[in-house]
């Protein structure tokens, strides 16, 4: 009995010290070469949680990292993944993100690419939403976290301390952290001057070796497997075209989608809405994104990117307007918060496209947050002069100039 009991626990124990014990390089010959290039539109958490693939991917010229969150998989022919790649850019964008995905997450994938992100033109989406008072709760932060990176943060001697021990303070009232005896000992000890809190860091820390040792042989299997890029929808009419088309194309994708409501939200999303939206109405009075923790978290976001080298542009997206006033959110709460970002940014001395006023711009968002159609245009535009090192023009003709500018 005992036998039967003991012997599936003590095969599954052999496996996974022979899946530890096999050298990393053995794994990465095994690895299929094409990995980093469909992992550009995977959006796998895997691959950002992970080190592997987003190694390879910054060590690459052709490829430009293009951070954010939910609105990276809201797709169609002006989402930089499918406007680059039909109009032959010299670049690929690589998505890096998903909904629930934040400063704080982002700030431990940067401290994992270091030395990767020196010299590197990357693009970050900022979203108002994040920009909540108590900044990220447990169930955005939890599903995005990463073992690994977390782990390799306790190991990093290349961040500056002061950084690092403001990141680890923030990161010990999460969960995952807080809840894990070995990492949370770890950074415990970071942050005191407790001989006896030290001594107990000292003492885990081979078995904290050993867990990250796990997790990185852990990515590189995950690594091997891969993922399902989304779906692209590339239409051939983007290309050959001026900013002023593009617009004209996009107003009229825009129309064929949002025609069932007055907010410009798509009809598919308005639908799944549409019951819920009286009792929405004035919800959201008195209400703010001027004053948030994620403002500290964004913060050494900043730092971090500034002492690594790297080359950000910042894309500013608003919200949709109609909505916003529906629902009662004050217009003070949101220009407080589009001011404070860019201040904030350009004391950082990096660019920052600032859309902000085009919160009632139709067609410019997808739906109550998410960026689309127009708003994708005017993305990449400021995607294409950041990258060409031309000055950030972040008009596109009158609106007089777009009517004409196409026949539909």
Known sequence: MKKAVFSPLIAAFLILVILVAIPSQWVERMIPNNRVSDAATELNPFMFQGKYVQDKMLGAKHYLPVYGSSELARMDPFHPSNYFQETGAPFTPFLIGRGGTTSITHFLNFAEHTKQLNGKKIVFIISPQWFQPKGTNESHFVPNYSSLQ?????????????LKKEAI????TYSPIKKDPILSTMYKAEISKNPWTKRKAAFVRPIALLYREIFHKKDLYYTMKGGHPHKRIISPKVKNKTWEQLVAQANHYGKKRA???????TNSQYKKIQKMVPLLKNKKVGASYGRSIEYQDFQMLLDLLKESGAK???ISIPVNGKWYDYTGFPKKGRTVYYKRIKKQVEAAGFPIADFSNHEYDPYFMKDTIHIGWKGWVYTDKAIQDFYEGKKLELDIGTEKEVKKAIHL
């Open 259 to 265: 025609t069932n409501n007055h907010f410009y939200v």
């Open 312 to 314: 950000p542009l910042f």
């Open 150 to 162: 977390a782990y390799d943060l306790a190991f990093n001697k290349t961040i500056d301390p002061k």
């Open 169 to 172: 303070k923030r990161l010990l």
